[in-house]
Each structure stands twice: as C-alpha cells, then as structure tokens.
C-alpha cells in the first residue's frame, strides 16, 4: 500500500476508534445502575477517546491551525497505566479508598511539574517549537520516554500481580470458580503491555493502531462480560449475588495462630461432615457455608485446611470429588452411566473443571484411570 493511501485510510480508522471509545463511555454512563468499575470504565474510555483525537489532530497536520491543546497529550499516556490498575482492583474487589487514588495520580502531577515550564509559554509559542522539533527540550522529551515505559511496566506487573492475587483469595474461599472466570481481564492486562511495547519501539502508528484494537476488545468485553447491557431484572439478580460473593468479603488470616487443639478439632469435625455428608457435592460449595456448618470462623478453617492438608479449599474440595469420582465408577451400578454424569454426581459442574482436577491429582485422563481399571464408560 502506497504511502498516499495509507494517510487516506488511516484517519478513518482512527475516528472509528475514537467514535467507539466516546460511544461505549456514554453508554456505561447511562446504566441505571452504575458501581465504581462502571465508572472507572467509563473515564478511561472517554480518556483513551481524547487521546485519539490528539493523535488524529497531529497526524493529519490539523494541530498548526489548533495549537491550544499542544503539550496537554504528554500527560495521557500516564493516566492509561493507573486506569487500568484501579479498574482491575476495583473488579477483583479491593476498596479504591483516598490514599490510593493520591498515590496513582502522583505521576501524572510530576509530568506537570516537568512540563510546567512549555505550557506557560502561549498556544503560538508552543507551536513553533513543536514545529522546529522541540531542540530545546531534547533532555526533557528523553526522560519523559523512559518514565513513560517505566510507568507502563509498573502498571501491568502491578494489575498481574493483582489478578494472581485475587485468583489465590477465589480458591482459598469457593470449590469452584468456573462461574468466576475473569480472563478477560488478561486479555486487557496484555493489550496494554503490547501498547507499551510498541511506544519502546517509537511508531507512533503503531501505537495508535494498537489502541484502536485495544479500545474494541475493551468495550467487547467491559461490555458484554461486565453486563453493562443487562435488563433491569437480570442486573438486580447479579447485584444481589455480588454482595454475597464479593471477593472483598473474603477472610483474610489471622496474624495470631488459633493453637494445635483448636486445628486439631477443627479438622476432624471437618473430616466427619464430609465423610458423612458429602459436602463436596454441592458444585456451589464455599469456604463460609462449611464453616458455619462446623461452627467455626472461615478464618480458622482456612488455615487448618491448608496447615493439615498442604491444600486451600478448592484444591481440598477438588480432591475430595476425584475420590468420590473414583469410589462411584467402579460400582458396578454405575456402569450404566456416562463419565460426565458421574462427574457431576461427584460435585464438578463442567467437563472442563472436572477433566482438568482430574489430570492434576491422578496425571492421567479420567478415561485413561477407567481403562486401567477395566472399566468401560462413555
């Protein structure tokens, strides 16, 4: 492709981006019921808009006949690194209180301060230094390179470490988190790492084409996955089921160990109600309901699952279904029966998890242990 098309396609392509980022903010704004990530979407997606604008103004050269927002595009890419951090936070459950906003917001006040000095000086001035490629300000575009892929670096290692965290706290507390899949969330994490990647390679068209794609799996997925779109009655329901199962409920440990006696008795109590009543079965299964069963705090069972049986809850649970998987299929009752139907008599409530524990605890396929067994299920 010729060069000349190149500057005739891509400025559509931009406004097609900078349209779906405006769009997709106005849309998560007017939901009826709006929580802080909803928000936080929103702004980032109205941001990520303004951004294109800027760029779409330079590329195409509009920028000499509107100088006044020159220099202001220095700050954006320095809002994308906490946007993405608070909103994953704030998805897997923690609590954006004040200080946190003041320490996220701290880089975009020094890039002020650094670029204080450019932007006193009038919208004219400011163009005839953008025009003469900025000499004078050689060292300060150097630095603000380096802390702007510092920035960018931080900010995805800070949002995977967030997510491995909250992945820990889901197994510690629920027996399945198939329903709690946030991958999507990785998708995002990893589109703003290949962004950053490419602002170390200095292409701006690069760059900008990658948010372009970013913005679309963004709005698909902050969308479609979030429920932005459900109806009335459908979000009400899940509204409902979040203040059960929000993760910011989840008990953290106890920095005072309850004592040996106390796991001890807790643990066999344990060990009974599931022989007995097959706790495991349930596909719902959660640290909380199993503790007031026993009468104990989630706290302290959690810790005597993983000080006894080197497991967290959902590893225990998971373990607990293969066996009862195992103990099933080999009665001779049974044979009548599919491989998956039993696994969902065991406690499992899809294929996936199942076939996956199965591999993990036994490192074999569920149909590869029949076999050895001499038993043939479909």
Known sequence: MQDSDLQTLSPLFYLAGIFI??????????????????????????????????????????????PYFLGYEVFLPFIHGPMLYLYVLNLTGRKLDTKTWFLHSVPVFIVFLIMSGLLMKSPWERLVIYQNGGNEYKLLSTILKYLMIFSGALYVGLSLFAMRKYRKELSDQYSNTEKMNMNWLYYLIIGMALIWIAVMIRNDILIFSMVVLFILVAAYFGISRVGILNLAAESENIEEKEVIDDPSEIVKYQKTFPGDDAIQEIYEKLMNIMEQEKLYKDPELSLNHVAQLLNAHPNILSQTINTLEQKNFYDYINRQRIEEFKRIACLPENQKFTILSLAFE????????????????????????LRSQSIDLE
């Open 21 to 66: 980022a405006c769009f997709s903010s106005f849309l998560i704004a007017g939901k009826r019921k709006k929580v802080m990530a909803d928000y936080l979407l929103a702004v980032w997606f109205l941001i990520i808009g303004i951004h294109l604008i800027f760029f779409v103004l330079f590329f195409s050269g509009i920028y000499v006949k509107f």
């Open 346 to 369: 065991s406690g499992f409530n899809s294929k996936t998890s199942f076939n996956r524990n199965f591999k993990k605890y036994m490192n074999c396929s569920p149909r590869e242990f």
